[in-house]
Structures are given as structure tokens and as C-alpha cells.
């Protein structure tokens, strides 16, 4: 599906949306929504800090149970973890025959923590991109690409539906991509794990760590290993391979092509595969439930051994220095292109 398909909101014009949950994707989704011309009530526990920025963004706020007794499609925008206790004891009893409940990501479902009862339509749309985003590009006209899948479909009208909230929540606007629960779950955690949070992050502290050994200053090392990756990255945003390679030097060219590949070789492939498999034969999501219910002692605890890094306190003196940070600037989408040409990196 392309921007140039038209999308309706029709299938949800006059029926009652709650929203479960105001974190990044909840408050975005719920205003991109009401300003689509949607009738939207946000389901939170009562006084809380969630709470009370809805209010303040004029939301009805009202308990999950009574908003999902009252809504004909129910996002379930919660954390993950929260999900199924959240299902047990406010969405199942009191979602009504027919209505539409709607997941952001697949997990719970996928991995069966969530068994949604037969009598309700089952659907996903996964904003590619956080919150703000979502609500940034919806302001100015645009949107975020989004997948979404049908995993039950009672009503009958189920994929009208979903293709209603992606309109309403501006991705219909850019690209619709359709998948299914498994796919889009089973990318996203490989994604995070092996690329985008995992690979990326440990490729960088390893770097650093390898010039510090040899001798090098931290702040150069730093620089050289985390602060330029925002400039490869847009390059890659932006263009592709296609258009990092237009804009680094012939010699960073060189270096990319024959060294590159020593690095992240056919090991680091064997490794990826085997994480993949992690995820498809849900060894990692019984992981993760057991730590989250058992306390979360051994994630916190890695979480602050990361923390620690020694590229974290040298990052931290270095960036109070950098007062377009300080300022929330952002660096327009040339520049970082033209910087990193004129630096001949």
C-alpha cells in the first residue's frame, strides 16, 4: 500500500475509541485521533501523572474497566509487561461482542500471555517510529509509515477497521505495510536485540574501549565511536547505502568495504541467527516474564552496569559542552549530511 491509496475513516466516525494506556504511543495516538475527528476517552488508573496530563490534553479519563466497557475499538497502548493483567481483569470482562481490540505490537498475543476471546476483532498497527514522532509528523501533515495485521477477524469488518485507526493516527498518510502478529513481533525483538539497541550499542562501547586500551583519549575515542554515529545513521535514514557513500570520503569508503565485513562477519551472522531463534521458539519472551515477574534484580542490574560505562561519564562532560543539546536544537537533515562531508570522514 502507497500515500497515493485513499484511506476512510469511516468505519470508526460515531463509534467510541479508548485508549489504555498515555505513555509515548498512548498520547500520541489519542490526540492524532481526536484531532481526525474521533471520539476518544483514555483509560487510566485514577491519579496518576499519566492521568493528569490527559486531562490536561481535555481527554475524558475514566478507569480501564469502564472505558472498555463503553468502547467499540480499545487500543491497548500499556507496556507490554502490564498487558495481560491488564486483559484478565478489565478488558475481558466488560469489552463488549463485536467491539475491536487493537495492540500496538504483537507480543502478548503472539506469545500467547493474551488468549483474546473469539467473540472480538484482533487487529495491530505498529507506528514505525516513538511516540513523538508519531505526533510530530501528524502535525505537520504528514505521518509515519505503520504495519498493521488482522489476527481475528469476528465482525467481519475487522480490516476496515484497523485501516481506519492507521488513517486516523496519520499512517495511511505515508505507508501502510500489511504483516501478521508473528512477523511484525519476531522483526521487532530481533531489531532491537541485534541491530538497532543491542548490536549498535555494544559495537559502540567496544570501539571506544579498543582506542582507550590502545592509548587514546576517551574524549577522541568518544567522538570517534558514538558522537559521528548520528551522522552515519541520518546518511542511512535519509538514502540508504546509496547516499552514505555519496557524502563520506573516498577513504572512509575504503575502510567500510574491506574492513567492515571483518568485524560484523559470518560469527556475528551465526550469532544473529541463533538470538532469531531465540525469539521465534519463545525463549526469550519466557525469559523476559520470568524476569519481570520475579522482580526485574538481574535487568536492573545490567541496566546499571551499562549505565557505568566509562563512555557514559566521558559522554556526559562532553555533551553539557555541546549547547545545541543544551538548547534541544536538532540538526536539520542537511547539515548532518554537509558535516560529515566537509569533515571528510
Given at each position: 500500500?502507497?500515500?497515493?491509496?485513499?484511506?476512510?475513516?469511516?468505519?470508526?466516525?460515531?463509534?467510541?475509541?479508548?485508549?489504555?494506556?498515555?505513555?509515548?504511543?498512548?498520547?500520541?495516538?489519542?490526540?492524532?485521533?481526536?484531532?481526525s475527528g474521533l471520539q476518544v476517552t483514555v483509560g487510566l488508573r485514577p491519579g496518576g501523572a499519566t492521568s493528569a496530563r490527559a486531562v490536561a490534553d481535555g481527554f475524558h479519563v475514566a478507569t480501564p474497566a469502564e472505558?472498555?466497557?463503553?468502547?467499540?475499538?480499545?487500543?491497548?497502548l500499556a507496556p507490554d509487561m502490564a498487558q495481560p493483567q491488564l486483559y484478565a481483569?478489565?478488558?475481558?470482562?466488560?469489552?463488549?461482542?463485536?467491539?475491536?481490540?487493537?495492540?500496538?505490537?504483537?507480543?502478548?498475543?503472539?506469545?500467547?500471555?493474551?488468549?483474546?476471546?473469539?467473540?472480538?476483532?484482533?487487529?495491530?498497527?505498529?507506528?514505525?517510529?516513538?511516540?513523538a514522532l508519531v505526533r510530530r509528523e501528524f502535525e505537520r501533515?504528514?505521518?509515519?509509515?505503520?504495519?498493521?495485521?488482522?489476527?481475528?477477524?469476528?465482525?467481519?469488518?475487522?480490516?476496515?477497521?484497523?485501516?481506519?485507526?492507521?488513517?486516523?493516527?496519520?499512517?495511511?498518510?505515508?505507508?501502510?505495510?500489511?504483516?501478521?502478529?508473528?512477523?511484525?513481533?519476531?522483526?521487532?525483538?530481533?531489531?532491537?536485540?541485534?541491530?538497532?539497541?543491542g548490536g549498535a550499542t555494544e559495537l559502540v562501547k567496544q570501539g571506544f574501549?579498543?582506542?582507550?586500551?590502545?592509548?587514546?583519549?576517551?574524549?577522541?575515542?568518544?567522538?570517534?565511536?558514538?558522537?559521528?554515529?548520528?551522522?552515519?545513521?541520518?546518511?542511512?535514514?535519509?538514502?540508504?547505502?546509496?547516499?552514505?557513500?555519496?557524502?563520506?570520503?573516498?577513504?572512509?569508503q575504503y575502510g567500510d568495504l574491506t574492513r567492515g565485513p571483518r568485524i560484523v562477519n559470518g560469527e556475528t551472522r551465526q550469532r544473529m541467527r541463533e538470538v532469531l531463534a531465540e525469539i521465534r521458539d519463545g525463549r526469550f519472551a519466557r525469559e523476559w516474564v520470568a524476569e519481570y515477574a520475579a522482580g526485574n534484580s538481574s535487568y536492573k542490574a545490567l541496566k546499571q552496569k551499562d549505565l557505568a560505562h566509562p563512555i557514559e561519564q566521558v559522554g556526559a562532560g562532553l555533551r553539557a559542552q555541546m549547547s545545541w543539546l543544551r538548547a534541544g536544537e536538532e540538526v536539520s537533515r542537511e547539515p548532518a549530511s554537509a558535516q560529515k562531508r566537509a569533515a571528510g570522514g
Open positions: 500500500m502507497n500515500k497515493h491509496q485513499a484511506f476512510s475513516l469511516h468505519e470508526l466516525e460515531g463509534r467510541r475509541i479508548g485508549v489504555l494506556g498515555y505513555g509515548s504511543q498512548g498520547r500520541a495516538h489519542a490526540l492524532n485521533l481526536r484531532d472505558v472498555a466497557g463503553t468502547s467499540d475499538l480499545l487500543a491497548v481483569d478489565a478488558i475481558a470482562p466488560h469489552l463488549h461482542t463485536g467491539s475491536t481490540l487493537l495492540f500496538a505490537h504483537g507480543f502478548n498475543v503472539h506469545f500467547a500471555a493474551i488468549a483474546p476471546r473469539r467473540d472480538l476483532d484482533v487487529v495491530l498497527v505498529a507506528p514505525k517510529g516513538p511516540g501533515g504528514a505521518g509515519v509509515p505503520c504495519l498493521f495485521a488482522v489476527h481475528q477477524d469476528a465482525s467481519g469488518h475487522a480490516r476496515d477497521r484497523v485501516l481506519a485507526y492507521a488513517a486516523g493516527i496519520g499512517g495511511a498518510r505515508t505507508q501502510l505495510i500489511e504483516t501478521s502478529f508473528r512477523e511484525e513481533t519476531e522483526t521487532d525483538l530481533f531489531g532491537e536485540q541485534a541491530v538497532l539497541c574501549e579498543t582506542l582507550v586500551e590502545a592509548g587514546y583519549q576517551p574524549e577522541v575515542a568518544y567522538y570517534e565511536c558514538m558522537h559521528e554515529l548520528k551522522l552515519i545513521v541520518d546518511l542511512l535514514y535519509e538514502g540508504g547505502l546509496a547516499q552514505m557513500h555519496r557524502y563520506i570520503s573516498e577513504t572512509a
